[in-house]
């Protein structure tokens, strides 16, 4: 289990992956996809945090699941199977900067697929990303400017299961 201590504009948070784990829908508070096309990793130009993985928060009545569907596309223009791997532990408990009035709950959770990309529609940047971009794994943090051990370790799950069948299901041996 990766953990490491992160300061997000002054709010020092605990991220821990567990793999998986399905929390209950009241404590995710978004969901993530290691979106993969054969052996490259998919990555997208967001406008307010540059390179980044396809994910965001999900909206009331939809599932993990629809939400990480829509996300993607709206996102990356990319459809495909997804599996999931587990979840990041957001913990706010030595954040001074938290408080009872925050959106978020003092220990929420991100949700964090595998999604093996089976369709490429036109980009359209109609959305928050401005491109889309196919890399090898090891160059992740050439892009990702906040990759830290907890994505490693998400991303060593993603690759684990490289070899198996995405199936848009909760998660399964």
Same mark, same amino acid.
């Given at each position: 289990m990766a953990s490491i201590s992160v300061d997000w504009y002054g709010h020092i948070v605990q991220l821990t992956f567990m793999?998986?784990?399905?929390?209950?829908?009241?404590?995710?508070?978004?969901?993530?996809?290691?979106?993969f096309h054969?052996?490259?990793?998919?990555?997208?130009?967001? $406008? !307010?945090?540059?390179? !980044?993985?396809?994910?965001?928060h999900i909206e009331k009545g939809e599932t993990a699941e629809a939400c990480l569907e829509r996300e993607v596309? #709206?996102?990356?223009?990319?459809?495909?199977p997804?599996?999931?791997?587990?979840?990041?532990?957001?913990?706010?408990?030595? $954040?001074?900067?938290?408080?009872e009035s925050s959106p978020y709950p003092k220990v929420g959770y991100q949700?964090?697929?595998?999604?093996?990309?089976?369709?490429?529609?036109?980009?359209?940047? #109609?959305?928050e990303s401005t491109e889309r971009l196919l890399i090898r794994p090891e160059e992740v943090a050439d892009y990702y400017t906040d990759w830290h051990e907890v994505y490693e370790a998400?991303?060593? #799950?993603?690759?684990?299961?490289?070899?198996?069948t995405c199936t848009t299901e909760t998660y399964g041996n």
């Open positions: 793999r998986q784990l399905m929390p209950e829908r009241e404590l995710i508070t978004s969901v993530h996809a290691f979106c054969e052996e490259q990793l998919l990555m997208v130009n967001l $406008n !307010d945090r540059g390179w !980044d993985f396809p994910g965001g596309l #709206e996102e990356a223009y990319v459809r495909g997804s599996r999931l791997l587990g979840a990041i532990e957001v913990n706010h408990d030595a $954040n001074p900067l938290w408080n949700l964090m697929y595998r999604m093996n990309i089976t369709e490429f529609l036109p980009f359209a940047g #109609e959305h998400v991303m060593e #799950e993603a690759k684990r299961h490289a070899d198996r």
